[in-house]
């Protein structure tokens, strides 16, 4: 149906407003009723036993996913109707504006939208008053719009023109334009709130979390100018801060119900919030990528399915566990906390490195040293929240391909890293509640030079007291004093049985690949000899001492305090407090592999020493630390 002037100038906006009231207020109760499932029913059937109490928990866990996917349906179906209110709104507004122009000058706008307007100017040959006339509205530029309507035919010279006839062309334009563009607004609308239809079934499958994936995609698109332009992304974590603080009850509900991707990743929105609109985003990052079935989608799975599973079943003497960021740019976002890191007075983020990547492995492991470091520091202090800082690509690097792999030799993923992780720590720093915040960054492998690099920014990492570093190849700094905290505040952990923190410096690793290469080549034509097995076996002997003699003649013509990416952290001329750990088992020759000593820093088992030394400095106790001499 055509929409005519008069049902636009008489619609009434606020019904669609009152109609998206309701169903805001069928999301809050299935919200309401998810979290008395979750918190009440479903937690208390953790600690049961036996079959019954496991096919509960099951169906509850069924019902609580339904919950959650009526409650972000309804979200969406309510910013769908105040967005089209808004939209529709504007477009009213502008008529009316039309209209009392046209009511103005004394015109009469009929039916069909033409504007009807009286004699008026003078003809230049008869001095005669030109007469009025009708137009309509077109898209064309007022020049393109033609000469006034004359019963003579055209008028000689435009002093002829009656002065009124481009005052109502104009005007019947702007008529034509509102209706125009209020159609199409009714036409979007209609398309997005006919897709936010549930499928068929009781059951919330990755199939109807991909479905809600694909309903949020479309309001978003729809609600840009309403809501997703309020949002002040470029802004700093503290101006985000207050500008949630001073959010109305609903106008975050609809955010969080229309944009939890955009809300659960963006720092200086408080803890909570981000977790729980990540929770809903996590639900549609799974449904997406189950449907999409590529080996990187099945590997972000995992990670994800992993971390859901770990949110679902937390053990209940464990700190609470809060997902502040997920996503599946790059080779994966996610950031997880132990405790609250809004009401902690420690907080620690800590940074993993090297081979790091949104999968399984990542959900096990990294994942399990915030969660231990959380456990080791409250024993000192309960007030303590630590978290694991996934927020940036990290170099990929099979510990077989150690010497040919160029990512991890350069330092671009870091300078990339740097300004992400202290926006991310902005706004730890503005979110917290306490006014002696204790704020500690953790960099572990390659991780320490990503933190090292945003320490080196101008400012250095916002808000942080303490930086510790582990299993460090370098921080691209020469000395401790230039990470912005003071000497004594920047703690080192190196295992002398870490091969990364022991990694050659860049004159030796290059003198190491030559070498390397070079030993292949002769030691291949001296086995050649023997055939081609031969070759192969002299290529790899050779290999192996080409480069050993490589590294010893780099090592002799270096300053052997300096590590891959400046000064070795560990030794005595960098200036920070090393404090002690288990050296582990030698790189192959013990343990299961070369890079054992090198994951052992955060575990309270293999690594008993330095896990409690880490605990004792987030928990703001470094005082009490066990040192170690310096290389």
């Not at 930086?467 to 230039?482: D, H």
Request: aromatic fraction near 6%; hydrophobic fraction near 40%; charge should be negative.
């Amino acid at each position: 149906m055509t929409l005519t002037w008069q049902q636009l100038r008489d619609l009434k906006t606020q019904e669609f407003t009152e109609a998206a009231t309701a169903w805001a207020d069928v999301s809050t109760r299935a919200d309401v009723g998810r979290t008395r499932i979750s918190v009440g029913m479903i937690k208390a059937l953790e600690s049961e036993k036996g079959i019954s109490a496991t096919a509960a928990y099951e169906r509850l866990r069924r019902v609580d996913r339904n919950f959650d996917y009526i409650h972000t349906e309804c979200g969406l179906i309510r910013t769908t109707l105040n967005s089209l209110a808004h939209e529709l709104s504007e477009e009213q507004v502008r008529l009316k504006g039309a209209l009392d122009d046209a009511a103005a000058h004394g015109y009469t706008v009929h039916a069909d939208g033409s504007v009807q307007y009286p004699q008026g100017g003078e003809n230049f040959l008869t001095k005669e008053p030109v007469p009025g006339g009708s137009v309509q509205g077109v898209d064309k530029p007022l020049y393109l719009q033609g000469a006034p309507t004359h019963p003579l035919g055209k008028a000689p010279f435009p002093t002829n023109a009656n002065p009124h006839h481009a005052v109502a062309q104009e005007i019947a334009t702007r008529i034509v334009g509102a209706l125009k563009a209020a159609q199409e607004v009714d036409s979007r609308f209609t398309r997005a709130l006919n897709r936010l239809k549930a499928p068929e079934g009781l059951d919330v499958t990755d199939a109807t979390w991909a479905d809600a994936a694909g309903d949020a995609a479309v309001v978003r698109a729809e609600a840009r100018d309403y809501l997703r332009d309020t949002i002040p992304e470029g802004g700093s974590p503290a101006d985000r801060n207050s500008w949630w603080k001073g959010l109305t009850d609903d106008q975050r509900a609809e955010l969080m119900a229309t944009y939890p991707d955009v809300i659960g990743n963006l720092d200086g929105i408080p803890a909570e919030i981000r977790h729980e609109a990540n929770q809903d985003n996590l639900q549609m990052l799974m449904g997406k990528l189950a449907e999409q079935g590529d080996e990187k989608s099945r590997t972000q799975l995992a990670g994800m399915r992993s971390i859901e599973f770990q949110l679902t079943y937390q053990n209940p003497l464990d700190p609470p566990m809060y997902l502040l960021g997920i996503g599946d740019q790059g080779g994966g976002r996610a950031i997880v906390a132990f405790g609250n890191p809004d009401t902690s007075r420690n907080v620690s983020a800590y940074v993993p490195g090297l081979g790091t990547a949104l999968d399984a492995e990542f959900a096990r492991n990294d994942v399990e040293r915030a969660r231990a470091t959380a456990k080791g520091a409250r024993i000192h202090d309960d007030s303590t929240a630590s978290i694991v800082w996934l927020g940036y690509d990290a170099p990929q690097l099979p510990a077989a391909e150690w010497l040919d792999n160029t990512d991890v030799m350069f330092k671009e993923h870091a300078e990339k890293g740097a300004p992400a992780y202290n926006q991310f720590m902005a706004g730890i720093a503005a979110a917290n509640h306490n006014p002696d915040a204790h704020i500690t960054a953790i960099g572990h492998s390659y991780g320490s030079l990503t933190v090292g690099q945003a320490a080196l920014q101008s400012g250095g990492i916002p808000g942080v007291d303490d930086i510790v570093l582990v299993g460090s190849p370098g921080t691209g700094a020469q000395r401790a004093e230039q990470l912005g905290v003071g000497n004594e505040h920047v703690y080192v952990g190196a295992s002398d049985h870490d091969p990364v923190s022991m990694a050659p410096n860049q004159v030796e690793s290059g003198a190491m690949l030559a070498g390397g290469a070079g030993g292949a080549v002769v030691g291949g034509a001296a086995g050649s000899v023997l055939g081609p097995v031969g070759t192969v076996g002299g290529a790899i002997v050779g290999s192996v001492v080409g480069g050993i003699h490589g590294f010893s003649v780099g090592d002799a013509v270096t300053d052997d305090s300096q590590n891959h990416f400046g000064r070795d952290p560990a030794h005595r001329d960098f200036g920070a407090r090393r404090f002690a750990v288990d050296d582990g088992p030698l790189p192959i020759v013990e343990g299961d592999g070369p890079m054992d000593a090198h994951s052992n820093y955060f575990n309270p088992k293999k690594d008993t020493v330095s896990a409690e030394n880490i605990a004792l400095i987030v928990a703001d106790n470094a005082g009490e630390i066990k040192t170690q001499e310096h290389r």
